[in-house]
């Protein structure tokens, strides 16, 4: 045996595996695959041994057994079809990870949840929280019941999740006009929450999040004051009773909330309220210093859990992009700490783009980093990404991912494609063919079939990405001289790029365009 060293990564990459030489068609592994107990491993943990004569999973429990079928499936997938023989021994680091639908804008459909299931089975992930914004039954109208059909449509995602082992949790947003004061709208939170309980949906969990900072109506001012500490108080209190009403019917004895103060790593008068007000099992989401960041540390983490204490989640704002849909994320997750185990952290959510299909590259990278942080790497997450989200397209879809693959949305689009245009306008030539080749590819990416997702969701960036490297080359042939290329032609092809709301190198190609037409 020797350690895993493939060109073709799967995800999440186990703690442990090592591959010997023989190579069995996945098939007869699994028609001979045996699995044995083990209580000494963790609940999510498992064991797995394929040689010539034997195939054996060890595992401690139904997720054990289940991560290590989808791991031989994903191994399969990657090599063609077979596996090899193979020693694995595998956990996670925390012990909650998932997708968290949390974003502003259109939700998802009932299909795309469906899928986010299955890719969250696949993924080994176990948990998907169900937080559209713009479903008014989970904030607005959070004191009416869900309708029968949408009650249905949770219950079937629902019955989905068990079967791929994942949590389907409902969140309920009330605090944006809740009377917390008001011991009938505690009753009515319950009930609401009840309903979708005995439907058959496994847990509830509450979000504060999006609200002004200080109680929003008088009587509310009245009982707990009128500053953030209020704030605090008023939603620890709907923890509590939330909690203490719905004791023992619901499938975790930990409820996941989000604060209204999130973001950030610092105490406040909220924060400390509503950390104090809270009893032991519930567990907080957290964005980490500010609400879409670049990088979390293990620092941050600490930071974090001294005001929140040893119960901290993240809510991770990748690659969400509900505050600029013009920009897509199909990158890898960048700048998360290595640092997790033995931290106060204790899961971690990915909330996504709102095109579901897109958003699954970050979705993949994510639960590799949320499987085993210290192992991470964001390049083979990104090489396994692009094969489990991509498919058969994977080739063909390469170049746009590989531009639109920067994170956060502060940093530059495509900093390799800047340095290519620096070098070119330097007069090296080298970097000047290299340019021609990258827009060469993207001209191409118009050519794409789009009648299925990925590339579906992804036709307007595709588009968009085809008239910049057509204005590219144009601004190319211009620069070199070439006679069938007139100024007009340029300045035209570039009108055509920047036309798109879809964004693509817009901070890199326009810029050179309009250089090379200043020196012309």
Same mark, same amino acid.
């Given at each position: 045996m020797r350690e895993e060293? /493939?060109? %073709?990564?799967?995800l999440p990459q186990p703690r442990r595996i090592e591959v010997g030489a023989g190579r069995h068609p996945v098939a007869d592994v699994l028609s001979r695959l /045996?699995?044995?107990?083990?209580?000494s491993l963790g609940p999510e943990a498992y064991r797995i041994e394929v040689r010539s004569d034997q195939a054996e999973v060890r595992a401690a429990g139904p997720r054990g057994f289940r991560h290590a079928r989808a791991l031989l499936d994903e191994l399969a997938d990657a090599h063609g079809g %077979?596996? &090899?023989?193979? *020693?694995?021994e595998d956990a996670p680091v925390l012990a909650r990870r998932g997708i968290i639908e949390g974003f502003y804008g259109e939700p998802w459909s009932h299909a795309e949840r469906l899928a986010a299931l299955r890719l969250a089975?696949? *993924?080994?992930m176990n948990s998907y929280v169900y937080a559209p914004k713009d479903d008014p039954y989970h904030r607005e109208r959070w004191r009416d019941p869900y309708p029968d059909r949408e009650l249905s449509l949770l219950v079937e995602l629902a019955r989905e999740g068990e079967r791929r082992g994942v949590d389907v949790v409902v969140a309920l947003h009330p605090a944006g006009s809740m009377v917390f004061s008001d011991d009938g709208e505690h009753e009515l939170l319950a009930a609401k929450a009840r309903q979708l309980l005995d439907a058959g949906v496994p847990d509830v969990a509450l979000l504060f999040d999006d609200v002004p900072p200080t109680p929003a109506n008088d009587a509310d001012?009245?009982?707990?004051?009128?500053?953030?500490?209020?704030l605090g108080e008023a939603h620890a209190l709907a923890a509590r009773r939330f909690q203490a009403a719905l004791a023992g019917s619901r499938a975790s004895n930990e409820l996941l909330v989000v604060p209204m103060d999130y973001a950030g790593v610092g105490a406040s008068d909220y924060r400390i309220a509503f950390a104090a007000g809270l009893p032991d099992d519930v567990l907080v989401w957290w964005t980490g210093r500010d609400i879409v960041v670049g990088e979390i540390t293990r620092g941050d983490i600490d930071a974090a859990a001294e005001v929140f204490g040893d119960r901290l989640l993240l809510w991770d704002n990748f690659p969400v992009n509900d505050f600029d849909r013009g920009r897509a994320f199909l990158g890898p997750l960048l700048g998360r700490t290595a640092e997790v185990q033995g931290s106060a952290l204790r899961g971690a959510w990915t909330n996504p783009m709102v095109e579901f299909a897109p958003g699954c590259f970050g979705i993949a990278a994510f639960?590799?980093? !949320?499987?085993?942080?210290?192992?991470?790497? &964001? !390049?083979?997450?990104a090489r396994a990404a692009l094969r489990i989200v991509a498919g058969a397209q994977a080739a063909a879809l390469a170049p746009l991912v590989e531009t639109l693959s920067s994170w956060p949305p502060s940093a530059p689009m495509? &900093?390799?494609?800047? !340095? @290519? %245009?620096?070098?070119? @306008?330097?007069g090296r030539e080298d970097a000047a063919g290299e340019l021609r080749a990258r827009f060469e590819r993207w001209r191409r990416l118009g050519e794409i079939d789009t009648a299925d997702e990925p590339a579906r969701s992804l036709a307007p960036w595709l588009r968009a990405a085809a008239d910049m490297g057509a204005a590219g080359l144009a601004a190319l042939e211009l620069r070199q001289g070439a006679a069938s290329v007139q100024r007009a032609h340029v300045e035209a092809a570039l009108a055509r790029a920047e036309a798109h709301s879809a964004k693509v190198a817009t901070d890199v190609v326009p810029p050179f365009v309009r250089r090379v037409l200043d020196a012309a």
């Open positions: 060293d /493939t060109s %073709v990564p799967i /045996t699995d044995a107990s083990e209580s %077979v596996v &090899p023989d193979l *020693l694995v089975g696949r *993924l080994r001012r009245a009982h707990f004051g009128d500053d953030g500490r209020a639960a590799d980093w !949320a499987w085993n942080p210290a192992a991470y790497d &964001p !390049a083979r997450a495509d &900093p390799e494609l800047a !340095a @290519l %245009v620096a070098a070119a @306008l330097d």
